[in-house]
C-alpha cells in the first residue's frame, strides 16, 4: 500500500515572488517582514526553498500566526536527532495547532518548521522554538490552511518527505 | 491464525471494517481511512477511561507507541467517553495516538460491540483489531475478559505480518 507523498516548495522573500501557488506577506509587530510562498512540487523556484507537506498550504486561507524555524544549512540537526523526534512527540501530544510541518532541504537533515495558529493559544510553545530561533509573525490570507490534527503516533517520515506528510511514493 | 474471534460476527480476519467517522478527543471529525494514512492499524475498543482493565491494558499500549512511532504503524482507540474525556485520558496517559468519541452510540451496534451486560453505561465491548491500511481486517481480538485482549507480542507479530504483506520492499532491496 503505497501512495504519493505530498509536498511543496515554501520559501521566505523579501518581495512578492512570481509563480507561486499561494503567496501572504508577513509582518511583525505591525511592520512589513517580507512575503511567503508556496509553489508545487518539482524544480526548485528560488535559492532559499525548503520542502514542507502541501496539506499546510491553502491559497484560501484566512490569516493567522505563525511559530517559523527556519534554520541554516550548516546548523541543521540530523532529522532523527533526539531533540527533533522530542519535539515532534510534543506536538503530538500537545493542543494541535491549525496546521504544522517540518521543512526538509535533503534526505537526512532538518531545515525548520511552521506552526500556524488562529485561537489565540500562545506560539511560545511551539516545540521546535527548542532546536533554533522561533519568529514569530502574522501571515496574511491566501497561504496557510487548517488541517486536522496529526494522527500520530508515527514521528518517522516517509521516503525523506518533510513530517507528517505520509504514504510512501509509489513504487 | 492465534487472534481469538471477535463478537463482532461480521468483523472476522478478511473482511472490510467499515470506514467510521467520529470526533476525535479535541471534537474534530476524523474517518479510520484517514487515520490509517496508508499505514496499518491498530484499531481499540474501550469500555472508558473508569476501567481499571483499560488504565491497565492502555499502559501497555503506552509502552507500544515508543515502537510504533519508529515502524509506520497507526493507533486508534474508541470509547464512548466524551471528547474532553477522552482529551484528559489520552494526556495523563502520555499518549500520542488518535481517540475518537462515540458518545452517540453510533456504531456500538452496527459493529456487535456492545457491551450488553453493563446497562447503564451501554460501552463498548473491549476489542482489538489489527486492520491493513485498505482497513481489512487482519486479525480481531475479543478482550471482554482481560486475558481475551492481544498482549503486545500479539500485536508486534500481527503488525510483523500485516507490514511484509504491504510493504513491497520487506525483503532487503539488492
Sequence with gaps: MTRSAGWVWLARTETRPEGAVATAPLTTGG???GWLAAWPAGRKPVPGAVRADARVVDPDGAAASISFVLLPRDRAPLFDDPAVSGALRRVLAGPPPDAVSTFVRDSSHFAGAVTVRRDGQDLADDPFARLAHAERLEVGPGLF????????????RYAGAPWPAAGFPAA | MTATEARGADLAPGTAFPDL???????????????????????????????????????????LQDEMEVAYTRLVSVSIDEPVALSAFRAGLGARWTFLSDAARRYVDDLGLRETTDTLYRPYVPTVFVLRPDLTVHSAYNGYWFWGRPTLEDLRQDLRAVTRSVRPDWEVPR
Excluded at chain 1, 490552511?145 to 518517522?156: D, T
Excluded at chain 2, 471534537?27 to 474501550?46: I, K, Q, S, Y
Design chain 1, 31 to 33: 511592520q512589513p517582514a
Design chain 1, 145 to 156: 490552511g487548517r488541517v486536522p490534527p496529526v494522527p500520530g503516533p508515527v514521528i518517522q
Design chain 2, 21 to 63: 467517522e467520529l470526533p476525535d478527543h479535541n471534537g474534530v471529525p476524523r474517518r479510520l481511512c484517514e487515520l490509517a494514512e496508508g499505514d496499518p492499524l491498530v484499531l481499540t475498543f474501550f469500555r472508558g477511561w473508569w476501567c481499571p482493565k483499560e488504565q491497565a491494558f492502555f499502559r501497555g499500549l503506552v509502552a
